[in-house]
């Protein structure tokens, strides 16, 4: 036999020896939905109030009256807690212990949004509207129901924040409550790390875990964040890219000038531009950087067999998104979220349509988004893009330039790598925590869960990673198709439903 069949043996086994245990049945979660179907309305009314928060941008005001808000919610579920900070955006650390346990497991999840510009929404980012389905669908509006109303689980409610990431706070005070009307006791005592920068890269994380980090040890973190597989399965994710951010600016004429009188004589920052960012990859979507994947490990066997074992849906999502082709058609998408990543998120040199004019812009910006895998670091990165630059002309520099250097240099670019980034997470698919994870999860309704090794999002995990001693596991419960960071953000009423009962199940059972 040899090593991966034996490996498969021995995890087959251990599964066995966890499913055989003491563990949770589909018939003892009928409290769940009993609890779902008498509470429904209590529930989304819950969610709505949350997220009709504002909580976008850098007024810290916002992410304060976010954060007070979980306080007083969590605090009727028996959490002492506290609101603290290091320099930047609050955070909520809080605690429920429980007689007899022995096992404690932190969770995870930010509170904070990405920024809505309200004029690209079906109905306002902060009033949340029901729908019976999506708005690329044309979904109509649904009336918020008032007591007795049924509600479709297949509804979705329309919202900033609704899928990435305020549904963990109400599913998670759901599962409890839903618990103590049974008169179930958690098996587990239970931490809450909840932050409110994690969409600007959580920049003073480090700083609060190095505070704060007594009060947060446990046994097992788990990250609630992040969409279920796009097949709708439900999954454990044990890896995550890491993520950092380039604002870039080129440079022509010190005044806007007609583009008649000076076009084809004074060189466009538009132009430049252009040509910079097409220069980063090459025709078959590649990174272009020299050196870039040096760092890249190979996809390990024991990855491939769980690539191989998820529903491919390469062809359906391409049908569901309008897209002729694929990028990279030669890869999944599960291995191709295993490799870095540079994208394009915006463009700023003059305007189109009724704010198009005939002028050469004395400057043009644009912004970058780096996703990296584990052993990329971000200064690495920073080096080869500041290398690549400069092989290819460029004069690259970190603040704005004076006139004397304008004129002096023919090609400027200005790098400003904005704070916060952070490198990548990578655990093993076949830990104790893990298997016993799935153990519980699977007997939630009798379907397997998918063990997926990465998640082409990002969260901060490396910076737990060296500040607390436990294993990390991500445990996603948003919808795929929840619109997240774009306009008409929502949460699928169903998703919500099913997080409540997975967070039930897990609070029941990981402490046996």
Known sequence: MNYWKLKFVLVCSLVFIFSAGKSISASELDYVSEFRSNNALRILNDFKEFLSIPNTGARKGQKQK???WITEYIAKRGFDSQIVRAGGAPYVIAERLVDGATTTVLFYAHFDGQPAIAENWASPPFEPTLRAGTVEGGAPVISWPKDNDSIDP???????????????????????????????????????????????????????????????????????????????KRQLVYGMRGAMTLELETYGPARPLHSGHYGNWAPNPTDIMIRALNS??????????ANFYDDVPSITPAESAAIAAIPNIDDSLKNELALAERERPEKRIEELVMEPAIVIKGFQAGGVEDKSRNIIQPTAKASINFRLVKNQTPRGVERKIEAHFRSLGYRVVRTAPSLDDRRKYPRI????????????????????????????????????????????????????????????????????????????????IQNLWDAISIYAAVIQNYGK
């Not at 790390?193 to 890269?201: A, K, T």
């Not at 980063?280 to 950087?289: F, H, P, R, T, Y």
């Not at 990465?454 to 001693?469: A, D, H, M, Q, Y």
Request: proline residues 6%.
């Open 154 to 232: 297949m509804w979705r409610i329309f919202a900033r924040s609704a899928g990435d990431d305020k549904a963990p706070v109400i599913a998670l005070m759901a599962a409890l409550d839903a618990m103590q009307a049974a008169g179930i006791q958690p098996s587990i005592n239970i931490k809450l790390i909840l932050d409110g920068e994690e969409e600007i890269g959580s920049p003073t994380l480090d700083k609060i875990l190095k505070a704060h980090g007594n009060l947060l040890k446990s046994d097992l973190i788990l990250f609630c964040d992040a969409p279920l597989h796009q097949s709708g």
């Open 413 to 492: 670019i200005k790098l400003d790598w904005r704070p916060g980034g952070y490198g990548a997470f990578k655990t093993p698919l076949d830990g104790k925590e893990s298997l016993k994870l799935v153990s519980i999860l699977d007997q939630i309704d009798g379907q397997k869960t998918m063990q997926t090794p990465t998640l082409g999002g990002s969260l901060p995990i490396v910076v737990f990673e060296r500040n607390l001693k436990a294993p990390i596991i991500v445990l996603p419960i948003a919808n795929h198709d929840n619109n997240q960071h774009g306009r008409n953000e929502n949460m699928r």
């Open 66 to 68: 976010n954060a007070e």
């Open 280 to 289: 980063l990859k090459n025709e078959d979507g590649s990174i272009a950087v």
